[in-house]
């Protein structure tokens, strides 16, 4: 009795321990796919930085001189509508695409997805496949485990580091940053950088892994808002895949009373995130695809059509039509299609050069000897382009409007923003009072660089 309730009494644990994942190596089509998008994604990330574009770093985010660099494109903060606008379209296109075929992203373009596969990798380079793997851990630890778990997070951590690096890169002139990690000569902000993405690269990649998809993304708990019955989806056929059973090869499905699935297991070996996509549709499913490629293969061995596991949409299992073109399909395909549109018509009819006018706020106006009233006006002329430019400020608005200095012509280095005096005058009253004028920029050497912006001139009003 006494033992009885000492059961009773002892607390239950609602914590279950995370059980590591072991990923069978699968190959197949869309395992090449995978590979395929690991390569060019990560062939992006880490040569882009190196490349050059008329002398300088072809893609660079210069943020102390508050200027982006994407190739022949110099983006100013004047330009955020254009980063917010790509945002908006990165956002609608994730919606796009994953009301067609769902979690298309997460399977082939999510960093997690593609640092993790490369990760997996170099894991399999340096202790085996998966039972190899599984029997290391479960080994004690000897030399020969050691020396291929010390061989693996060496690659890791040289991996992670080369990759904080490449991210420090993009915000600072990537061809100066080996010589001052040589010389111990990098900013705090770059060390601070560079080790924390090498962290989280280390530690996403090679130890949570799945965790970031079931726990910490968001995209997979509200992932079922954008879904339908007609969004593709990696589905297993229930209908003829149960009842499941081990067989021989040959043997009669009819007579055995059998389905097609053999009840192998592969597809959930090969998971990442190791679930049973038997079991139906479940959040932590990533689309990868890597179940569909194993289920082929076995299906080839016993002589039986591919497909148990397979891309498609639940009115297709049911033997219900499936629509394409879908309202919500319809809405984000315009939407998209507008956005897009406009971005890039924004982009090209960007004005290469920009100006800015502040008026002088220590005096509203000041009257001369020669009975001409005059405004102060700081005028910043920014230069977009990629050369320097010679510009000519001139005003337009009513009455006799005079400029001083009268050459108004200042030099403008490329990318740069030059600050101006600018003394405007006229008649104290002639018109009387203020009045709206323009300030007008033009390039002297390219007439067709121009620019205008609006300003108040005050005047006594009798």
């Known amino acids: 009795?006494?033992?009885?309730?000492?059961?009773?009494?002892?607390?239950?644990?609602?914590?279950?321990?995370?059980?590591?994942?072991?990923?069978?190596?699968?190959?197949?089509?869309?395992?090449?796919?995978?590979?395929?998008?690991?390569?060019?994604?990560?062939?992006?990330?880490?040569?882009?930085?190196?490349?050059?574009?008329?002398?300088?770093?072809?893609?660079?985010?210069?943020?102390?001189?508050?200027?982006?660099?994407?190739?022949?494109?110099?983006?100013?903060?004047?330009?955020?509508?254009?980063?917010?606008?790509?945002?908006?379209?990165?956002?609608?296109?994730?919606?796009?695409?994953?009301?067609?075929?769902?979690?298309?992203?997460?399977?082939?373009?999510?960093?997690?997805?593609?640092?993790?596969?490369?990760?997996?990798?170099?894991?399999?380079?340096?202790?085996?496949?998966?039972?190899?793997?599984?029997?290391?851990?479960?080994?004690?630890?000897?030399?020969?485990?050691?020396?291929?778990?010390?061989?693996?997070?060496?690659?890791?951590?040289?991996?992670?580091l080369w990759t904080g690096m490449t991210f420090v890169g993009f915000f600072t002139p990537i061809s100066t940053l080996p010589a001052k990690i040589a010389g111990f000569s990098l900013g705090p902000w770059e060390v601070f950088w560079t080790l924390f993405y090498a962290f989280a690269t280390y530690g996403n990649a090679g130890f949570l892994r799945e965790q970031v998809c079931k726990y910490m993304c968001p995209y997979a708990r509200f992932q079922s808002a954008m879904f339908d019955r007609d969004t593709l989806i990696v589905t297993y056929d229930a209908e003829r895949g149960e009842p499941r059973g081990s067989r021989r090869r040959g043997t009669d499905l009819a007579k055995a009373k059998l389905g097609s699935c053999i009840d192998c297991t592969l597809c959930v070996q090969v998971c990442p995130t190791g679930i049973d996509i038997r079991k139906g549709l479940q959040y932590e499913c990533i689309a990868c695809a890597a179940c569909i490629d194993a289920c082929d293969s076995v299906m080839d061995k016993m002589s039986y059509p591919r497909g148990l596991i397979r891309y498609t949409t639940q009115n297709a299992i049911e033997r219900k039509p499936t629509r394409i073109l879908r309202p919500r399909i319809v809405v984000y395909g315009v939407l998209l299609i507008g956005l897009i549109t406009a971005f890039f018509v924004g982009l090209y009819l960007r004005s290469p050069v920009d100006v800015d006018v502040i008026r002088d706020r220590n005096a509203l106006y000041r009257m001369l000897d020669d009975g001409r009233v005059e405004n102060v006006y700081s005028v910043r002329i920014l230069n977009k382009t990629e050369r320097p430019h010679r510009f000519r400020v001139s005003v337009k608005g009513q009455g006799d409007l005079r400029v001083e200095p009268s050459a108004g012509v200042f030099d403008v280095e490329s990318g740069a923003v030059f600050p101006a005096a600018i003394r405007v005058s006229r008649s104290a009253y002639e018109p009387l009072g203020s009045q709206d004028i323009e300030f007008v920029i033009q390039a002297v050497d390219d007439p067709q660089l121009t620019a205008s912006t609006d300003a108040r001139f005050l005047a006594p009003s009798r």
């Open 1 to 160: 009795m006494d033992t009885f309730l000492t059961q009773q009494q002892q607390p239950e644990s609602y914590y279950v321990a995370e059980k590591k994942i072991y990923p069978r190596e699968v190959t197949g089509r869309f395992a090449r796919l995978r590979t395929i998008a690991v390569w060019v994604l990560l062939g992006l990330f880490y040569v882009m930085p190196w490349l050059t574009w008329n002398g300088r770093q072809a893609v660079l985010f210069d943020l102390p001189a508050r200027k982006f660099y994407v190739f022949g494109l110099v983006l100013w903060p004047q330009d955020f509508i254009f980063l917010t606008a790509l945002l908006v379209i990165a956002a609608l296109s994730l919606f796009f695409f994953t009301a067609i075929g769902g979690r298309l992203w997460c399977g082939y373009a999510c960093p997690q997805t593609v640092w993790t596969e490369a990760f997996l990798w170099m894991e399999r380079i340096t202790e085996g496949t998966r039972n190899e793997r599984m029997k290391l851990d479960r080994a004690p630890w000897s030399f020969r485990k050691l020396v291929r778990k010390g061989g693996k997070h060496t690659l890791w951590i040289a991996f992670s």
